[in-house]
């Protein structure tokens, strides 16, 4: 009885006890990133897979090989995001044998479309063994003998850091889904245009912290769980403000427009005169 309750107590600590997210290669926590700055541009890889049957590709050390996302033919360069922009951005990418039958495994969900983030802006941190964020793509359509149906409209989503300090400017988490009612036909050698509403979400609290003083605990920026709220807008802090300082520019510039108004209907009612009338009277005796 006693060896069964030491045995349970073992698996409650086991239970109760967390690991940070994400660990750099070495299976540590990144506690040096170079944050990213306001727009900076920030790369995408994704691993790359056996078309036959999406199994991972590996190098000559056994290590997964990650690719760059297609070539966007607006750019002539892979779909990248900029760091805390929200936009809408297309990306038109071209449909080679290889990528044609990748999307058949990513619809038919046979394979992820996995990418990967970044945690750190510093050049080569991947490849020193940096740690990242997955972020992976869920197209969905259907899959014909002859061609695909691709939904091609995506709501991409990335949450980072919500105390908008600059030295923690990194990302939490990120994913991207097919959103529309709409699919194209797509066929060996066609061009795809991907519609991109990215959005990154700057205000989410974070819940359940094991660290009451991150940076005394030796963590890159606060833990938790950064949870939609249950009345949840799909808009970032600074953009929500942006809007809010609109909305009081407006409503200041209605309220004086409405007092300038009235105040000039009351004086023209009353007929009052004006100082420079009055001081053309003199005193009478």
Known sequence: MKLLHILSGLALAQYAFGQFFPLDRKGEIPLEIK????????????????????EHNFDDKEKIIYVPFPNCQETGKPFSLKYGVNEDVNCTIGFTDELFHLFQLYIHEDAPFSCRIPLSSEPYYLEKGGAYVPLTF???????????????????????????????????????WSASTNTTRVVIGNYLTL???????????????????????????????????????????????????????????????????????????????????EAGFAKQD
């Open 35 to 54: 944050p990213y700055e306001q727009g900076q541009e920030v790369f995408i890889d994704c691993i790359s897979r056996n078309i036959e049957n999406g």
């Open 138 to 176: 869920n197209f969905r359509g259907e899959i014909h003998d002859s061609h695909l149906d691709v939904d091609s409209s995506m709501n991409l989503m990335v949450t980072k850091p919500s105390n908008n300090i600059p030295e923690q400017n990194t990302v939490i988490s990120a994913v991207a």
């Open 195 to 277: 519609n991109f509403a990215v959005r990154w979400l700057d205000g989410l609290k974070n819940y359940g912290s094991q660290a009451e003083q991150f940076a005394n605990n030796g963590l890159p920026f606060s833990d938790g769980f950064y949870r939609f709220p249950l009345k949840f807008i799909a808009m970032s802090y600074s953009l929500f403000l942006t809007y809010m300082g609109l909305a009081c520019t407006l409503t200041s510039a209605i309220v004086l427009a409405f007092s300038y108004r009235l105040l000039t209907t009351k004086i023209s009612k009353n007929m009052y005169r004006s100082l420079d009338t």
